[in-house]
Structure formats: C-alpha cells, structure tokens
C-alpha cells in the first residue's frame, strides 16, 4: 500500500528554527508538495520538489531525497502567523495525489 | 477574485435528507476534484473530473455522487446523508498542464449530519 507518515503535533518557539519531516512509500513518484493549512481554512500551496536537494523561498525551505523517500519542511525565523497544519503529499505514478495526515505546528511566545 | 468558491459553508442536517453541496471555478481548469477531511485521517478523495463530462471514483465514493457538465461547476451530492458523513468537504481544482497535484481549494463546506 502506499504510504506518508509525519509527526502528527510539533511545537516550537517563535524566532526560532523548526524540521518537519515526510517519510513515504509511494508506487512510483512524480514530485511532492508541502501545503499549509490555517485551522478552519484550506489547504494552501507551499512548495514543490520534483528533484533531489533544497528549495529555498524566503523563510521556507523544501528537501527531498527520491532515494531515501524522504522529504523535510524547514522553517526559519517563526512567527506566531506560522501557527499551522503542514501537509505533505506525494504524486504516485498515475498522477493521483496521497496525502500525509498532516502536522500541526504550534509557535509559543 | 478568481477562485472557487462553495456553497454552503456551513451545514447541519438530518439524517436520511438528500444535499448537494456546490462549487464553482472561475479559473477555467479542466480537473476538479471533492475531497473530505477528518480530524487524524487528512485529505480523502471522494471523486474527480478530469475534464468536462467525465469523472471518477476517489479513495471513499460510497454514498457520494458527482458530474461535470461544464468545466466550471462540480456539485458533489449525498443521496441519503449518515452521520458518518459529517465532515469539512473541500472542492479543489487543479490546471493539468501545470505541476502535476498542485491544487487550488475552495474554503470548504462544514458538514454535520444528525
């Protein structure tokens, strides 16, 4: 079967720096996406990997390792407005999206 | 402002009733998409269209039914709704030629059956 797993709760404090991890097993891969997700709002696009390495924009960085299946959302310099649930989804080989179930990130003062 | 917008935004219901929950898109996007969210379970996919006049069957279709007359509107109906469909219902829709799974939602629909 296939699969995404992530931490479900993380907790950090604002200024600080914090790694959301995304390990999956996927038949087949055709990039992965990380969302945010204000609590009772939609899902918004964050970012995009398709291949290995980092991608950086602005405060938000992407790395995705196809080898490992594994892919982090590094966050620099929180603020209180990165108070969120984090998805990760994974594009299989029929182009079908699998979710992650989520990360909620809390920023405490 | 171009989006997609939902109707209801919010819902409680009987058991038993029909309802259709509505979403409409003004971005011209061939592929739209119904998906439920559940507290621990994440993003389930209920049905899909790729393109006007065709649609599929997502990972939980039972009890939900689709169609896609034009590309802009995909109304999701429950034909007898069960308490286990109490949810928050996302319509999503996405531009095939683009990144492959990046999805544009709607605000979603808060579903309670009783």
């Known amino acids: 079967g296939q699969n995404i797993d992530q931490p479900t709760e993380m907790t950090a404090t604002e200024g600080a720096i914090v790694q959301i991890n995304c390990t999956y097993q996927?038949?087949?891969?055709?990039?992965l996406f990380w969302y945010q997700q204000h609590a009772g709002e939609a899902p918004t696009f964050l970012s995009y990997n398709v291949l290995d390495g980092l991608e950086e924009k602005g405060r938000f960085s992407s790395f995705l390792s196809r080898s490992k299946g594994y892919s982090y959302l590094l966050l620099k310099e929180l603020q209180m407005k990165d108070s969120a649930s984090y998805l990760c989804?994974?594009?299989?080989?029929?182009?079908?999206?699998?979710w992650g179930a989520g990360t909620k990130l809390i920023i405490k003062p | 402002i171009a989006g997609i917008t939902q109707a209801p935004t919010s819902q409680i219901l009987a058991a038993g009733r029909r309802m259709t929950l509505r979403c409409t898109q003004d971005m011209r996007h061939n592929a739209m998409y119904w998906y439920r969210q559940d507290l621990g379970l994440g993003l389930r996919l209920i049905h899909y269209s790729n393109t006007a006049g065709t649609t599929g069957k997502g990972e939980v279709p039972d009890g939900y039914s689709v169609s896609r007359a034009n590309t802009d509107d995909f109304p999701l109906t429950l034909a007898s709704a069960v308490p286990s469909q109490t949810s928050v219902y996302f319509c999503a829709s996405s531009d095939t030629s683009g990144r492959p799974g990046e999805l544009f939602f709607g605000e979603g629909s808060r579903l309670t059956v009783l």
């Open positions: 996927t038949s087949g891969f055709n990039g």
């Open positions: 989804a994974v594009v299989d080989s029929n182009y079908q999206l699998i």
